[in-house]
């Protein structure tokens, strides 16, 4: 373990923007997996009180994709299609909808608080809230900018953590980024790897 902190040191002295950059990540990503995680906790509810909890919301996504008053330009009919699955699978599957719901949003959040497949929980976390704002749940805009910035830069968010660690053990590289993120102004990329030695790329 001394040897990766080691490693991550010498990473955040190559330059002092990517050490801001994995600063403000790594907490930027503990708040936003926490909040995640207590949603998730929130829920947890739902999986006890004998009600399905996701039905109002799934009535309300599908209102919103074709209820009467939409009218969107869809020429393959996707509204629809989906419109059909949500009645036809998820809300007759209402125990099971809940199920996942509160498991993916737990999951969502303690994978990205401890730095593990952020890009994929990302993506996870991009469908989950985009079918909220589709059932009229409109505060997750800002969730789904955060989630497209995490999946853009896994590896600033993750460099302190999990998958961070896992890079380290395998000797792969610890942090790719466009040398002009670095102070002698070159444009190559660059690399630390996880023995902390510079590589061109």
């Known amino acids: 373990m001394s040897g990766y902190m080691k490693a991550v040191g010498a990473e955040m002295k190559k330059s002092w923007i990517n050490a801001i950059f994995v600063i403000l990540f790594t907490v930027g ?18 999986l006890t009180d004998g009600k399905p909890d996701s039905v109002g919301l799934i009535k309300g996504l599908v209102a919103n994709l074709v209820g009467p008053s939409v ?11 989906y419109a059909w699955i949500a ?3 998820f809300i007759p599957m209402s ?27 990302a993506l996870v976390a991009v469908f989950m809230n ?26 600033y968010a993750d460099l302190i953590g999990i998958d961070g660690y896992i890079r380290y053990r395998k ?13 002698n102004g070159d444009h190559d990329l660059v690399s630390i790897n996880g023995k902390g030695r510079a590589a061109k790329m």
């Open 29 to 46: 990503r503990i708040v936003f997996g926490w909040a995640w995680l207590n949603a998730g906790i929130e829920k947890l509810s739902w």
């Open 171 to 183: 000797g792969k590289e610890l942090l790719s980024v466009p040398k002009w993120f670095s102070d």
């Open 95 to 121: 125990g099971l909808t809940d199920f996942l719901v509160v498991f993916l949003e737990i999951f969502v959040g303690l994978f990205i608080i401890f730095g593990f497949q952020i890009f994929w929980s």
């Open 71 to 81: 009218k969107r330009f869809d020429p393959l009919g996707l509204n629809h299609l």
């Open 87 to 89: 009645n036809s699978i």
């Open 130 to 155: 985009l079918q909220y704002i589709t059932a009229g749940s409109y505060n997750n805009f800002g969730y789904i900018w955060t989630d497209l910035i995490l999946m853009k830069f896994p590896r």
